[in-house]
């Protein structure tokens, strides 16, 4: 009996197994002139109806790789759970999702306007139910390129979001984008697109560990939003700036994602 249970188990993770699907693309990208490597999370091998899609960001150093293997590895579940497209496109280690003004690195325009017209050609999404989220560098891109593309997205999520980077960004390469002077970057921070939200009817979701170093910046953003009257969910929770925090927090944003499209947020 207890030979036949071991066995019942494995035909039904190998089942779980085979019925996912993740492809691996190569994403031409005109205003960069090269292919952007982007994993695509499926929730079944054929999908027959119109979809909810969300595009995943990873953070400083990250890859989409990593984003399956050790930063949110219950997407795959969460796919098939939530009936949801997930789209990770690689972030180019440290992009920060911007339109650079001194190099090619044009990432805002790749994920916001080729990307996701490529996605909606592929795959049979519903493009009334996107939404865009991710963490640290992530989390300032989703909050940036969501706030800047209301027609596109409409839910954003940030966890332990990197608000504004002036005073920290040339630890983190934002020079090689923006150049030396980083009184000049202010415009191109998460913490600048805030009046653009405003009149947004967009899902806002905003989650910071408690012990994190950007959880001043993540207080500072949800008290901004709160004076300007902007609809959002804030969350605090114990943890860092780590795996550990935003892997939980990423379930939570994607609940709320899915309630949303469903009707129910």
């Not at 953070?59 to 949110?72: A, L, M, Q, V």
């Not at 379930?251 to 994602?257: D, K, P, V």
Request: glycine share 6%.
């Amino acid at each position: 009996m207890r030979n036949l249970i071991i066995l019942l188990v494995v035909l039904s993770i190998a089942n779980h197994s085979f019925s996912q699907k993740v492809d691996t693309l190569n994403v031409y990208s005109p205003s960069m002139q090269k292919n952007i490597k982007t994993l695509v999370i499926s929730p079944d091998q054929n999908i027959r109806k119109n979809i909810p899609s969300v595009y995943i960001l990873h953070g400083y150093s990250g890859y989409p790789e990593r984003t399956i293997k050790e930063d949110i590895p219950s997407l795959l579940h969460l796919s098939q759970e939530m009936q949801t497209l997930f789209i990770l496109p690689d972030g180019n280690y440290d992009s920060w999702y911007i339109d650079s003004e001194t190099t090619s690195s044009k990432y805002e325009t790749f994920i916001a306007n080729e990307l996701v017209s490529y996605i909606d050609k592929c795959y049979i999404t519903d493009t009334s139910k996107t939404a865009i989220m991710g963490w640290s560098m992530g989390g300032h891109g989703a909050l940036y390129i969501g706030a800047r593309h209301q027609t596109v997205f409409e839910a954003i999520g940030s966890i332990c979001g990197a608000i504004d980077f002036t005073n920290y960004g040339k630890e983190y390469g934002v020079q090689k984008l923006l150049g030396e002077n980083n009184e000049s970057w202010a415009n191109y921070t998460a913490d600048s697109q805030i009046n653009h939200l405003k009149n947004s009817k967009q899902k806002i979701l905003i989650s910071c560990g408690i012990t994190d170093f950007l959880i001043k910046q993540n207080r500072e953003l949800h008290q901004k939003l709160m004076e300007l009257s902007i609809s959002h969910i804030y969350e605090e929770r114990s943890g860092e700036h780590n795996a550990e925090y935003w892997s939980k927090a990423a379930n939570t944003h994607l609940f709320h994602i899915s309630n949303f499209f469903n009707g129910d947020g």
